[in-house]
């Protein structure tokens, strides 16, 4: 059986991308959640999701279980989508989110869209976007100037075969929040009932 996690990127440039395995599972026996490692098989991130009944409050921690963001199910009218706060929040939080992630229905070729709000908490707002392929479970999340800023694509073993449906590839860009682009990829994950 193969590694689950990442060797180190080999990079001839001065940048460095930084590379992630996600799995799609808790580390918890019976609990719903993800496992982030690094590119030296280290506990990056962590959800794990105690009560599988109630999923509308999720929390994303380090690697020592200090809570990073608390990420709220949200709901207006016909719509749903996450919040994200940082450090552990209620709903009655009155800094309001760091983020909102909500799909965005429009009618494309084969894959969706998600439009990510981002410095709600300072009423000073910018955009970024999410953009997934049905096909192959990808997405990209590029910024408020279109520049892809992480790659999720699922993880092939050195041989080329698919390490599982739950298993992912995730590729950072320099100087960009790591915790963050979790929060975003864990909403995402919530809203197409990944997790």
């Known amino acids: ?18 590379t992630f395995t996600l ?12 496992t982030v490692f690094d590119s030296n098989g280290q506990i990056a991130y962590r959800v794990d999701n105690y009560n599988c009944r109630h999923r509308d409050e999720v929390h994303l921690m380090d690697q020592n279980g200090d809570i990073l963001f608390t990420m709220l199910k949200k709901q207006y009218k016909l719509s749903r989508f996450w919040e994200g706060y940082r ?25 969706s869209t998600y439009e990510v709000e981002l410095g709600l908490d300072k009423s000073q707002p910018y955009t970024h976007k999410i953009e997934s392929s049905t096909c192959n479970s990808a997405c990209k999340i590029s910024n408020e100037l279109g520049v892809v800023v992480t790659e999720l694509r699922r993880k092939k073993s050195h041989c080329g075969v698919d390490l599982g449906d739950d298993v992912f590839t995730m590729v950072v860009e320099p100087n960009i929040d790591l915790s963050l682009i979790m929060g975003l990829v864990v909403a995402y994950s919530l809203i197409n009932c990944k997790m």
């Open 23 to 34: 799995w799609m599972k808790s580390l918890v026996l019976n609990g719903k959640g993800c």
């Open 1 to 18: 059986m193969g590694k689950v996690h990442p060797q180190a990127l080999q990079s001839s440039t001065t940048c460095k991308q930084e």
């Open 87 to 111: 450090y552990p929040a209620t709903r009655n939080d009155h800094k309001g989110p760091f983020f909102r992630v909500s799909k965005t229905y429009k009618i494309s070729r084969g894959g």
